[in-house]
Each structure stands twice: as C-alpha cells, then as structure tokens.
C-alpha cells in the first residue's frame, strides 16, 4: 500500500544544474499536485494535473516545468537549479479534487 | 485573492487538555476544507475533510466544525496526548479554480507530559 511516492529524497545542486523530481501514485487518483514548503509561507502550489494529459500553473511557477506522464506519474523538472528554490517539494494526488494524499517530500538544497 | 491564516502559531499545553486550533479565510466560496497533521521530516496526512455544505466531521478524539459565513474553521482535539504533538494545517479549496487548495502555515502543537 505505497500511496504517493517520491524520489529523490534528499538532493544538493550546484546553482545552475538541472534535475527532475518524480512522483507516482497508486491510487487511481486523477489530480495530482507539486507543492512546495519554505519556512513561514506554507504550501505553495507550483503545477497540477487535474486529469491525465492536463496541466496548469499554480502560484509559483516561475523556474519549474511538469509532466503527466500517465495517470500514475507526475514530475517536476528545474532546468536552471537557484538559490531561491532551495526548499521541499511534495507530491500530492486526489480524486477528483477531494482528500489529499501526500508523498514524504524531496528536501532540495541549491548552493 | 483567498488567504488562509492560522492563529497561534505555535501552542503548548498539558496532556490532558482539550484544545482549539483555529484556521480562517478570507473568501466564503469554498467547495470544502481539509486539516492536515504533518510530523517533523514528513509528509501531509489529512485527517479530516468538511464539505461545504457540512457543519461539522468527527474522527475519534477530532472534531472539525466549518462556518463558512465567518471565514472560520476550528479542529477540537480531546484529551490531548504527546503523540498529538505535530503541526497541523488547514487548506481550502475555492470554488473556483478546479482542484486547487490553499493552504495556511499552520500551528506547531506540543503536548507535555
């Protein structure tokens, strides 16, 4: 009964580098979500998938890009790596926009 | 724009106590609201969901009441233990926006034994 999963768990960056963060989901979920978590601010949604082949901006955006795969898989790719996006990253799913169901999170540091 | 805004952020009391953590927001078209716990290096698990048209949701030693009138949502916590010590958020989702979900930043809770 995996539920949400993310990999990695933990990644450095050097300013500048790319990288792709996965997340998959085993519950037939049809939304899926990328949030991040800074200190004092909260979630803050960066993409979300409502359903399979769609995708659409949150709040914060800027610098991330995101891809449906499947149903399952949802990633969140940062091409150029900042100092600002240092944080952790959380997938989430759900079904038809109801209870949320989160993975345990990629904690990111870019130096 | 909704905002959503928890207040302490940050409480500690005895066990045994009952205890109120607040969340308020700041439009009244909402679809529902979710409370979350989330423990220390860990991920969101939601504990409890009231639709929009729900007064109140009870699991176990929780209860959460919605008035959407006021803006306001309160978990009640039972008898509160040390293994409820955690952070919990509240998140709203509008009405508008598809499946989106704001969230608030939360209020870190420690019981003491």
């Known amino acids: 009964n995996a539920g949400v999963t993310q990999t990695p768990k933990f990644q450095v960056l050097k300013t500048g580098q790319s990288m792709t963060l996965q997340c998959a989901q085993d519950m037939n979920h049809n939304s899926m979500y990328w949030y991040r978590q800074d200190p004092g601010m909260g979630l803050r949604l960066i993409y979300y998938s409502a359903s399979e082949g769609t995708t659409d901006k949150g709040e914060v955006p800027n610098g991330y890009n995101v891809s449906r795969l499947n149903k399952r898989e949802f990633s969140l790719r940062l091409e150029s790596a900042a100092p600002s996006q240092t944080s952790v990253y959380f997938c989430?799913?759900?079904?038809?926009?109801?209870?949320?169901?989160f993975g345990n999170g990629t904690r990111l540091t870019v130096t | 724009k909704q905002e959503v805004t928890q207040i302490p952020a940050a409480l500690s009391v005895p066990e045994g106590e009952n205890l109120v953590l607040n969340c308020s927001f700041t439009?009244?078209?909402?679809?529902?609201l979710q409370w979350f716990r989330q423990d220390p290096g860990k991920g969101l698990t939601s504990l409890l969901l009231?639709?929009?048209?729900?007064r109140e949701q009870t699991s176990g030693r929780l209860n959460a009441s919605l008035d959407k009138s006021s803006g306001r949502s309160t978990l009640y916590i039972a008898a509160s233990q040390p293994g409820d010590s955690a952070t919990y958020l509240c998140a709203v989702r509008p009405t508008s926006g598809t499946y989106k979900y704001i969230f608030g930043t939360g209020t870190r809770l420690k019981v003491l034994a």
């Open positions: 009231i639709q929009s048209s729900q």
């Open positions: 439009d009244s078209a909402i679809y529902n």
């Open positions: 989430a799913s759900s079904k038809d926009g109801l209870t949320l169901h």
